[in-house]
């Protein structure tokens, strides 16, 4: 059912609780953090706008990293504010808490058109938990509840389900930012009935990530590309080598249930042909989660050949080359996960190359083009190409869930048109 969003109401007075993703990577810069991409940031500034164009008054709340309950200062949103307020070319309060007296005075302080940014809600574990009386404590003074978080809409937590549960049983309106509508209207009603052919292309780590965009997926497309180190789990399903590919041996029954289930439908599911593997050589490193650091040398193209010792990294030349004239004929392409290791260079040609092709197809095809977020976005803003396509989702997790066909809690926790 549609939502109601910023377009349909007056906040115009209000104390408006405003949900952000201000959740921007940070680097360290002697004694301070710095924003090292704000996309996340200038993405909420038409919704920011608007309402500061009817008189509300805004109350943003965001996460940052995953400071597990407590207040870790990396993780602090005072870098967010003072970039915000560089962006909106005016005041923007910064409140040292998301609950108590702090933010009670900064809201009280508040004029029409006026900003304060709360601190990190995930300073408090009580936000992941949905705990009722914080989330009471967070809607204290909101009589509006926005979302323009969807990268965090399919997280139960206090402030995307359990501030506009209260905001609703007041009375008061929960609406859609202008980036949310965005969202539900790309991921969901532009591919009700999308037009044909509809190109699917999965890529990343895991086919357990994926699995239920595929399943869900395999319902509409006409053709589904498979790369990334999940074509490996699939390859390995099929029994062939896979070398120290990474691969997930307890997922290789749902790939054959997928491939099966594409050839009943008549999907075309496309693995790599060839592949850009080398050999794994352990650093004797960790990285910050304790896993070891590998390198990986003398690359080489191979016609899904491995060695022991090798790893698929991308998929090669004629993988590229058939991919790229599958993607040019498509009407609709969904893409979501990067074909290899495209951090490093030599081993990011499948995804630029794939990229490339989305973005073609909707110059010269009109096609629709939706990235689903995550690495792919990446990918694309590295090759310049991200205005090139139609839609980059701000999503990540949200965008595959929403995808499967799942109920967003901070979706559905909005008021119905």
């Known amino acids: ?18 949900r952000v ?22 993405a909420t500034l038409p919704t920011l706008k608007q309402l500061i164009g009817q008189g509300a008054k805004l109350m943003l709340a965001a996460h940052l990293g995953r400071p597990k309950g407590k207040r870790e200062p990396s993780m602090s949103l005072a870098p967010v504010a003072a970039r915000l307020q560089e962006l909106l070319g005016q005041p923007v309060a910064f409140a040292p808490d998301c609950v108590g007296e702090a933010v009670d005075a ?20 009580e936000e992941t938990k949905n705990d009722p009386a914080f989330a009471e404590a967070l809607a204290k003074h ?50 009700r009935e999308p037009a044909r052919p509809f190109v699917v292309i999965l890529g990343g780590a895991k086919v357990s990530d994926k699995i239920g965009v595929i399943e869900a997926l395999l ?53 790599p042909t060839d592949d850009v593997v080398a050999t794994r050589v352990d650093t004797g490193e960790t990285d910050k989660k304790g896993r070891p650091i590998y390198r990986y040398d003398n690359p080489r193209v191979t016609a899904g050949e491995l060695g022991e010792q090798e790893a698929g990294l991308d998929i090669g030349p004629e993988t590229i080359a ?51 977020g995550g690495d792919s976005v990446t990918a694309l803003n590295q090759a310049g190409l991200g205005d090139q396509v139609s839609w980059m989702s701000t999503g990540g997790g949200a965008s595959l869930e929403f995808l ?14």
Not at 106 to 125: C, D, I, K, S, T
Not at 350 to 356: K, Q, Y
């Open 322 to 372: 058939t991919y790229r004239e599958v993607i040019g004929e498509a009407r609709t392409v969904v893409w979501n996960g990067p074909m290899g290791l495209f951090e490093d260079p030599r081993f990011a040609k499948g995804t630029l190359e794939v990229g490339r092709a989305v973005a073609a197809a909707t110059k010269e095809r009109g096609a629709l083009s939706i990235i689903g």
């Open 404 to 417: 499967e066909g799942k109920a967003l809690p901070g979706v559905e926790a909005l008021t119905d048109k």
């Open 21 to 42: 993703d201000y959740n921007v990577p940070l680097k360290a810069e002697g004694d301070r953090m710095v924003i090292t991409d704000d996309t996340r940031i200038t």
């Open 142 to 191: 909101a009589e509006a509840y926005v979302n323009d978080a969807f990268g965090s809409a399919h997280r139960a937590h206090a402030s995307t389900a359990g501030v506009p549960a209260i905001v609703a049983k007041r009375g008061g309106p929960c609406a859609a930012g202008l980036l949310m509508e965005k969202e539900l209207k790309f991921l969901g009603e532009e591919l």
């Open 106 to 125: 900064a809201v009280a302080q508040l004029e029409p058109g006026g900003v304060v940014l709360l601190e990190n809600v995930r300073y408090h574990a």
């Open 1 to 18: 059912m549609a939502k109601l969003t910023i377009n349909d109401v007056n906040l115009g007075g209000k104390r408006v609780f405003v």
């Open 219 to 271: 319902e509409k497309a006409d053709a589904l590309l498979i790369g990334g180190a999940m074509a490996y789990t699939f390859r390995l399903a099929q029994g062939k080598p896979v070398g120290v590919s990474l691969v997930e041996p307890d997922r290789t029954d749902k790939a054959l249930e997928a491939v099966k289930k594409a050839e009943e439908r008549g999907v075309r599911l496309l693995l």
